[in-house]
Structure formats: structure tokens, C-alpha cells
């Protein structure tokens, strides 16, 4: 019988095989090499034939070959194997081998994905589940289509045992090992895995022949043999010692959840897997793992869920997660509970009352104390018991736990001296949940009384704080009168019960003495500190407040709210300075301090708060000096107080400082809130600030650049009237160009009368003329009117001006134009304004005319209301005694400035 190779034989290996007869036939194997496990790219549903082995008379080694008459021929052989449904393809899982044995991925990693990210703490162990890959030997096999199932999409199939006809060849791997023939041995094996990647066999006989040269590669093989064959958990853990020879702790704890799988009732695999994860920090790992061992224990294993049940319990208790500690606990209650002492009903009853449990913590207690419970019978049960003479025998009270019964009202309680200390403070804590207080204070006595609170004072606390939580301060006392009196108990956190308790008596006195014993106590506690100051407060004893709430910047960790609390307090004793610096200090914790006032340029031109700061940081950085400050002072995360309260204090405070005229402290206080992004949403209301406080602080430089943005966005008359406001103070001619940049946008605007204004202030007389007649050409007004006349009178004052005359013919009936327009409420003013234009040019007897007109005129409602601003008859009068005393006419003039002017 003979076998003929393909006709690819370049770069192969002649070896001698022995036949069946002794003689030796040759052997040809194509060099593979590792790295090129699943770079084949052959499509599962085709014909595949091995093409690089040639093997002539060799029956032994490869049975069943059939002789084919060409050498182009290829042989078919079905093998029937065990198959199930899969989600990874054959490209997919070749992909992933190599990979990991490329060193691109961990086992952890290889492993996960090799079963589709399944959570090994979860899978349950399931004989039929096995993973295997699609076959390439030299097959066909034809893919049955089976129908969809809902939406479950069956996927190709795999193979795990080897075809009959790599039997043989894997076992002559196995004999060229034995013999010494490693290199051969290697070959064959990854000739082998060419065609069925998804046979553990040829991985375990790679993984022992580089055991000695390459432990590293040994492992690498060896990982994939058993996750081929995951069933041996012995061989799960001797991996996992090896990792763990490798420093490899992932992989070794992969390992044993591995071994886990295959063993899930090993409890030994369980601890070890436990501690190694506690090294790796995975502290959520490790209480999974425990939890899934109780749950897999049975009850003849009592004893070690008892053990672990307990670990989890203590665990989940100490990262405050009471629903998980319940839930452990509750396996021991359910699996074996032939084994519960008072040490479990006493954790299980602290778990029901931090969860509110407390009917089921009632039932708990009276089934395994001697607790006793009498509940009274409704009237159905009564009628049914009227002709029973054994049932009105029974007088004695019995202990009642049955869910039908504990829904009745209790009527009768009794709690024996044998039942431990810490059962009577939890059947009293759940007598007070249930509102059972009378009952409760029955029992109290012979708890507070023979109890010692040098021992058992914090069941004395817990006790207190359930009456506390029901207002029952007073009973509450009785409780924590001998916990202060106490050595070991007299604690901050003691006397601030017994303080809150106090303050719910309503004795102030006393509440505040224990608030200062807490204080003395425990000098950090920001609460205790609050409510002191608030009684102070509520006492007007304001200085002690202030004084209480008092933080070193540089030594303490501050709280804002009690930095907040303090700052109204200040302002309330009126202590303004204190309360400036204090209100800076709250600012401060989102907010950049202002180290020189150079730095308000980097703020004033930005539009955004991470504009400003990056502008800020930028400049900081040309000086050498870091954005933050070196001994800035640390505060708490505290969501207090709101961002709404801390704003309306950033306003009081604006109010405070403009009240004070403390414009400087204004500005800076107002470009300081130009860089929190806490008042983000008030933006637009912090740049209005600046701006008011630039024009307070007469600094028309930075109110500039902040006006210009404004009008910008705003172009409303108030928005003009504020460039205006600045514009008159400036010192520079940065304004003009940005006039006649906006010039040109339309026929009339504020922005035209603010260009001729700046051509007559500046003296430019006829630009100024020719933009006021432009305007009043296209919106006739009496202001225009006004500035026209007085431009012309300006004009006809200048020495080398010529036509003089027509000039003054010119303004004085652009004058008469603006006494027509201004109307009958602006009169006294149109003749005041008309006598200061004859008073200007010299002809007195008109100016003494229209000034006395000013003085005989009803100045009208608006002016009677707002006389202080609008009324010019003090100036009329002025003027008129200037015009008589320069003719020498003093009677006159003293005249008018006692009947008009009266200081």
C-alpha cells in the first residue's frame, strides 16, 4: 500500500520511517514553524488535504490509507465525532492561539475569550459543555443547515479527538520523543496541529519537549492543552504553580478558577484561589469566589459554610454593604441551621436592623432565645375559643414566631436574665421600631440597671439613638447620662448625642456644655462646631459663634460650609474686614486669587472661563510663576453651600464694597469671580460687575475692554450709554478706531452722535457739524438740534472763524428748533439751555430774560419729583448773580442768592 505526496515538496525534510517489514521508506515533512499555527487560510466547508507528508508502505502509522493511482489524487476519509454549537469560528480560534503564543495576549485574556467573555465565578459546572474547533483534516464534511430557534444562530461545528488517521501519526510523535528525535517529534506535532488545531494531544507533547530548554514556551502549550481538556483540575493547579514559579499571579489565579470549573466542591482550590486574588487587590474576585463556594456546599458541609459564610458576612460588613452580608448569612440559617449558636443570631439580627427589618429580626429572636412574646387575639380567634376550656387554662405567656401571628398586636413581652446583653439591646431597639414604647420603657430598668455601661456602652448608644430616632429624648437621657459619666465611653461622639438630645429637650444650657465637651473632645468636628455656633447664634451671642467656627487656613483641612456659616456671621457683628477676607477665603476654593493687577488684562479681554484661564496660566508662565498658589489651603468636598447660596453672598458682597466705596476691592473682587467655573451660568451678570466696578474705580483701560464685548453683543441705548460713561473717563484713543469700525453698519445710531461728540470734544468742529446735520436730516430730535447749536457757537468763538455772524443766526435757530421740540416738559430746561447760548456770545439782556424765565416756569411733576437732579433753578439764579455782579449790581445779585440759593 503506498501514499503519494503532493507535488509542493520545496524546503522539505527526507527522514526514514520504518515500515511494516523492517524496511526503512522515506518520509518527507514540510518545515512549519510555530508561529504559523492558523495562517492558513482555508474556508471549513472545502476539501483539505494534508499535502506536505508523504508516507510509502507505512500501515502501522496511518491505517486505511487508500492507494490512488496519481499522485494528484486525494484520498477522502469521514470521521464521525462528537460535535456541539459553538460561537467562535475556526479563523477566529486559530487567530486567538496565536496570539497568545505570539505573547500578544494572556492566558487570562486567551481564556476569556476563548469562552466568549463568560465570568468563570458564574458558570456552574456543566459536564456536557465542551469547547472545540472546526476540523481540517483531509475531509469532506458536508454542514447540515438545522433551523433557526428563536434567535439562537447555530454556529459551525468543532472537534476535539483526532481523526483516526492522526492517531497513529500523534503517537509516532510521541515515539520520536521517547527516542530523542525532539526536532522531528515537533514537527509532526505542529503538522498535527495544522489540520486540527482544536486536539489537546499534540499540545501536551510540545509542552514536554520544551520543558527543559523553554519552561516559558513548555507553559504556553501546556495552558492551551488544558484549556482544550479543561476537565482535570489537577492539572489546572500544577499550571497554576508553574505561573506562579513565572510571578505570574493572573495566570495562576485564572488557573485555579479553571481548576475551580472542573472541582467547583474542592474547598481548597477555593482558598487558595481567595488569598492570591487578596494579593492581586481584587477584593470583589474575592468574595465572589466564597460566595459561589456556600452556595455549591451542602449541608453535611455545615461546618465550612459556616466558616466562609461568616468571612463574607464580616467582609460585606466592613465595606458597609449589608444586603451582601445578609444574604450570606441567611445561607447558614438556611442550609444548616442545626448549627446556629447566639454568635450567628446576633449577627443576623444586627444585619435586620441596619436593613429596617425589624418584624423579621422580632421573628428571629424569638425562635432562638427565651424571649418571650404574647400577642393579642382577634375577635374570630376569641369566638373560636369561647368553648374551649383548655385554651382559657393557658395564662402563660409562650414565644411566638409564626408569620400569621407576629402580624397581631403584642400585648405581653418578657425578656428572661439569661438572654445576653446584646439580644436584649436588639429586641429593645426593635421593640422601639415597632413603636412598641411603652413596652420598651418597661424593659428599659433592668437593662440600664444591671447592665454595666463601662462594658456594654455602645448597646447603652445604640439603644439611645433608636429612642432618639423616635423623639423620645428623655427616655434617651437615662441612657446616655452613664455613658458620659463613664471612663471608657465619655467619647465626642457620646456627648454629641447627649448635646442633640439636649436640644431636643429644649435646654440650651445644657446642650451647649455637652457641645463643648464635644468640641474639646474632638476640636475637627465641623458638625458639632455648626450646631454650637447655630445655638450661639440662636442666643445672639454672636462672637462666640464666629469664635466657634473659626478654621486655620494654614493648618486645617477647611469646610466650606462652616467657612460659610462663619462669613454671615461676620457680616452680621458687622465685622466688615474679617468678612471680606473670609469671603475671599470660600471664593478661593474654586476660584484664581489676582496676584498683581497686570493680570485683569488677561481677564477682561477672554469670553469664557476656560479662556480666561488658559489667557491667565499663559501670562503666569512668561513670569516663571505657576498658575495655582504655592500654599493655597485645602478644603473638604462638601456640596455645601449651594451655588445659588455662595452667589448671593459674592453679591452682598459687591453691595458691602460699593456701600464702603471700596472700588478697588470691588474690582478685584469682581475679576476674581471672572475665573470659577462653579458661577459658569452667570457669566454675563460677573462681566456686568466688572464693568460697574471699573467705572466706580475710574479704570476706563480694563472697563474698556469689557464695554466693547458688550456692545458687541448688546446694542441698546444703555449698552451706548456705558461705552459713553468710559469713553469720558479714558485716556486713550482705542475707542476711535473701534467707532469707525461700526460706523458703516447703519443710516442712524447711537454710535453716529457718539463720533460727533468725540470730533467737538476733540475740536474737529465742522466733522462734528457735518455728522450732527447728517443725522438730523434723517431722525430730527432736539438733542440733535442742541448739539448742532452748540457747535455752531463754538465755531463762531473761534478768533480766525469766518461769517461769524451767520453762525450765531445759524445756532440760535437751531436753538429755537430745540425749544420747539423739547415740548412743554422740557421747558424750564429749553430756556435755560437758550439763555447759556446769549449768556456764551455776550448778549446778557437775553440771557437775564430766558434765566428769569427759568426762574418763573413750572418746572412740572417729573421735575417736582426728582427736583435734586432736574431742577435748574439754582443754577439760573447763580448765573444771573454772576451777569449783575460783573455790571457791579450786588443788591441784585445778593438777591437772587438769598431767595433761590440757601445753603
Known amino acids: 500500500m503506498e501514499c503519494h505526496a503532493s507535488e509542493r515538496d520545496v524546503g522539505a525534510v527526507e527522514k526514514p520511517l520504518p515500515s511494516g517489514d523492517g524496511s526503512v521508506a522515506p518520509v518527507i515533512i514540510e518545515e512549519l514553524d510555530e508561529n504559523a499555527i492558523g495562517s492558513m487560510d482555508v474556508d471549513i466547508n472545502e476539501f483539505v488535504e494534508a499535502r506536505a507528508l508523504q508516507i510509502n508502505e507505512v500501515t502501522d502509522v496511518i491505517p486505511n490509507c487508500t492507494l490512488s493511482p496519481s499522485p494528484c489524487n486525494r484520498t477522502k476519509v469521514t470521521v464521525d465525532t462528537e460535535e456541539q454549537d459553538t460561537s467562535l469560528t475556526a ?85 520520536r520523543f521517547a527516542k530523542g528525535e525532539v526536532d522531528l517529534a515537533a514537527k509532526i506535532c505542529m503538522e498535527i496541529i495544522r489540520q486540527v488545531p482544536s486536539a489537546p494531544e499534540p499540545f501536551q507533547t510540545l509542552a514536554m519537549i520544551y520543558e527543559n530548554d523553554q519552561p516559558d514556551k513548555s507553559l504556553q502549550f501546556a495552558l492551551i492543552a488544558a484549556h482544550l481538556s479543561p476537565k482535570d483540575a489537577d492539572q489546572w493547579v500544577r499550571l497554576a504553580n508553574l505561573s506562579l514559579e513565572s510571578s505570574d499571579l493572573r495566570q495562576a489565579i485564572t488557573c485555579y478558577s479553571k481548576a475551580i470549573q472542573a472541582s467547583p466542591k474542592d474547598i481548597n482550590l477555593y482558598e487558595t484561589r481567595a488569598h492570591l486574588q487578596e494579593q492581586n487587590g481584587d477584593k470583589k474576585a474575592y468574595l465572589r469566589g466564597y460566595t459561589k463556594l ?40 438556611t442550609k444548616c441551621p442545626h448549627l446556629i449558636t447566639l454568635e450567628e443570631v446576633n449577627i443576623m439580627t444586627e444585619l435586620l436592623i441596619a436593613l429596617k427589618q425589624f418584624q423579621r429580626c422580632l421573628d428571629i429572636l424569638l425562635k432562638y432565645t427565651d424571649i418571650r412574646v404574647r400577642y393579642k387575639k382577634s375577635e374570630e380567634e376569641r369566638d373560636g375559643e369561647r368553648g374551649d376550656a383548655r385554651s382559657k387554662a393557658t395564662s402563660s405567656p409562650s414565644r411566638v414566631s409564626t408569620a400569621g401571628e407576629s402580624g397581631n398586636e403584642i400585648e405581653f413581652c418578657d425578656v428572661p436574665n439569661n438572654v445576653v446583653v446584646d439580644l436584649k439591646a436588639k429586641f429593645l431597639i426593635t421593640l422601639i421600631e415597632l413603636d412598641y414604647i411603652p413596652m420598651a420603657e418597661k424593659l428599659l430598668p433592668q437593662f440600664y440597671l444591671r447592665e454595666n455601661p463601662e462594658i456594654s456602652g455602645d448597646l447603652f448608644l445604640d439603644v439611645a439613638e433608636a429612642l432618639m430616632g423616635k423623639r423620645e429624648f428623655q427616655r434617651a437621657m437615662l441612657l446616655l447620662d452613664p455613658l458620659v459619666k463613664s471612663t471608657n465611653y465619655s467619647l465626642a461622639a457620646v456627648w454629641l448625642r447627649h448635646a442633640e438630645c439636649w436640644v431636643g429637650c429644649d435646654n440650651l444650657d445644657k446642650a451647649v456644655q455637652s457641645y463643648e465637651a464635644v468640641r474639646r473632645l474632638s476640636p475637627q468636628h465641623l458638625g458639632a462646631r455648626l450646631a454650637l455656633a447655630k445655638l450661639y447664634k440662636k442666643s445672639e451671642h454672636y462672637d462666640k459663634a464666629v469664635q466657634v467656627l473659626y478654621q486655620d487656613p494654614e493648618s486645617d483641612t477647611l469646610d466650606p460650609d462652616v467657612l460659610y456659616q462663619r462669613t454671615l456671621l461676620l457680616y452680621t457683628v458687622r465685622r466688615y474686614e474679617e468678612y471680606f477676607a473670609s469671603g475671599m477665603l470660600l471664593l478661593s476654593r474654586h476660584c484664581v486669587n489676582i496676584r498683581r493687577k497686570v493680570e485683569l488684562n488677561a481677564l477682561a479681554r477672554a469670553t469664557g472661563v476656560r479662556q480666561r484661564l488658559d489667557s491667565l496660566q499663559l501670562r503666569r508662565l512668561s513670569c516663571g510663576e505657576r498658575l495655582e498658589d504655592e500654599n493655597a489651603p485645602t478644603f473638604v468636598a462638601n456640596a455645601k453651600p449651594s451655588e445659588k447660596n455662595e452667589f448671593l453672598l459674592f453679591l452682598q458682597m459687591c453691595k458691602l464694597a460699593c456701600k464702603l466705596k471700596k472700588y478697588g476691592f470691588l474690582q478685584r473682587l469682581c475679576f476674581t469671580a471672572l475665573t470659577s467655573k462653579r458661577f459658569t451660568k452667570r457669566n454675563s451678570h460677573i462681566v456686568f460687575l466688572c464693568l460697574v466696578s471699573c467705572i466706580h474705580n475710574k479704570d476706563s483701560f480694563y472697563g474698556y475692554n469689557i464695554v466693547r464685548e458688550l ?143 427759568v426762574l418763573k416756569e413750572d418746572p412740572g411733576d417729573l421735575v417736582k419729583q426728582h427736583a435734586n437732579l432736574l431742577d435748574l433753578r439754582k443754577e439760573a439764579a447763580f448765573n444771573l448773580h454772576l451777569i449783575y455782579l460783573q455790571s457791579e449790581n450786588h443788591l441784585l445779585a445778593r438777591m437772587y442768592l438769598e431767595n433761590y440759593i440757601t445753603i
Not at 454593604?321 to 448569612?329: I, S, T
Not at 458703516?744 to 457718539?754: A, K, N, Q
Request: net charge positive; aromatic share 8%; charged share 25%.
Open 91 to 175: 479563523d477566529e480560534e486559530d487567530r486567538l492561539t496565536k496570539q497568545f503564543l505570539n505573547g500578544e495576549l494572556t492566558f487570562s485574556e486567551y481564556s476569556s475569550r476563548m469562552d466568549q467573555d463568560i465570568d468563570l465565578e458564574t458558570i456552574e459546572n456543566d459536564a456536557s459543555r465542551r469547547t472545540v474547533g472546526p476540523d481540517r483534516v483531509a475531509v469532506q464534511k458536508s454542514v447540515e443547515q438545522k433551523p433557526h430557534k428563536a434567535s439562537v444562530v447555530r454556529q459551525k461545528k468543532k472537534r476535539r479527538v483526532l481523526p483516526q488517521v492522526l492517531q497513529g501519526l500523534m503517537g509516532e510523535a510521541n515515539l
Open 294 to 333: 456556600i452556595h455549591q456546599l451542602e449541608a453535611e458541609d455545615g461546618a465550612y459554610i459556616m466558616k466562609y459564610a461568616k468571612i463574607l458576612a464580616k467582609r460585606y460588613m466592613q465595606e458597609d454593604n449589608n444586603e451582601q452580608a445578609l444574604e450570606a448569612v441567611e445561607t447558614i440559617f
Open 711 to 853: 456692545v458687541r453683543v448688546c446694542q441698546r441705548s444703555n449698552s451706548w450709554n456705558l461705552l459713553n460713561i468710559i469713553i469720558q473717563r479714558a485716556e486713550d484713543l482705542r475707542h476711535n478706531r473701534f467707532i469707525m469700525r461700526l460706523l458703516g453698519r447703519d443710516v442712524f445710531s447711537y454710535l453716529h452722535i457718539m463720533h460727533a461728540n468725540n470730533c467737538l470734544v476733540s475740536g474737529t468742529y465742522k466733522y462734528a457739524l457735518n455728522g450732527y446735520m447728517s443725522l438730523f436730516k434723517v431722525a430730527p430730535s432736539a438733542l440733535l438740534a442742541l448739539l448742532i447749536g452748540v457747535t455752531q457757537l463754538q465755531m463762531a468763538c473761534q478768533k480766525l472763524s469766518a461769517k461769524k455772524n451767520q453762525l450765531v443766526i445759524q445756532a440760535l435757530a437751531f436753538f429755537n428748533k430745540y425749544m420747539q421740540l423739547r415740548g412743554k416738559d422740557g421747558q424750564q430746561e429749553a430756556y435755560y439751555n437758550m439763555a447759556r447760548a446769549f449768556h456764551q456770545i455776550g448778549l446778557l439782556p437775553s440771557a437775564i430774560h430766558f434765566y428769569k424765565l
